[in-house]
Nanobody, 128 residues
Framework: QVRLVESGGGLVQAGGSLRLSCAAS????????MAWFRQAPGKEREFVAA????????YYADSVKGRFVISRDNGKNTVYLLMNSLEPEDTAVYYC?????????????????????WGQGTQVTVSS
């Protein structure tokens, strides 16, 4: 059973930075791709960033490329999302997710259906 717990959200001014963390339980963390998604009010959940099990490859949505950085520490069973140059459009609930199939690089495509375990989410609010 995988449990994911996000933290690090909050209120920040436009142009500021936040770092989200997602702590995972279970034995499959270091063999699974991980991803961050977000969902704004009235909108569908959208892909933000993903990282392979080793951390060797990453992939980003165009809207965050160059501003956000995903990373992981397999020794701590934790994945991070560093968010820089935040914009009001980044306001959303941010979720981390673990791929349902181990060692699957195609999870970097960021399809919601590829991910079987989800955290409860952490709110990020960017004021203008």
């Amino acid at each position: 059973q995988v449990r994911l717990v996000e933290s690090g959200g909050g209120l920040v001014q436009a142009g500021g930075s936040l770092r989200l963390s997602c702590a995972a339980s279970g034995r499959t963390f270091d063999s699974s791709a991980m991803a961050w998604f977000r969902q704004a009010p009235g909108k569908e959940r959208e892909f933000v960033a993903a990282i392979t099990w080793s951390g060797g490859s990453t992939y980003y949505a165009d809207s965050v490329k160059g501003r956000f950085v995903i990373s992981r520490d397999n020794g701590k069973n934790t994945v991070y999302l560093l968010m820089n140059s935040l914009e009001p459009e980044d306001t959303a609930v941010y979720y981390c997710a673990q791929d349902r199939i181990p060692f699957r690089a195609s999870a970097l495509r960021g399809r919601v259906s590829d991910f079987g375990s989800w955290g409860q989410g952490t709110q990020v609010t960017v004021s203008s």
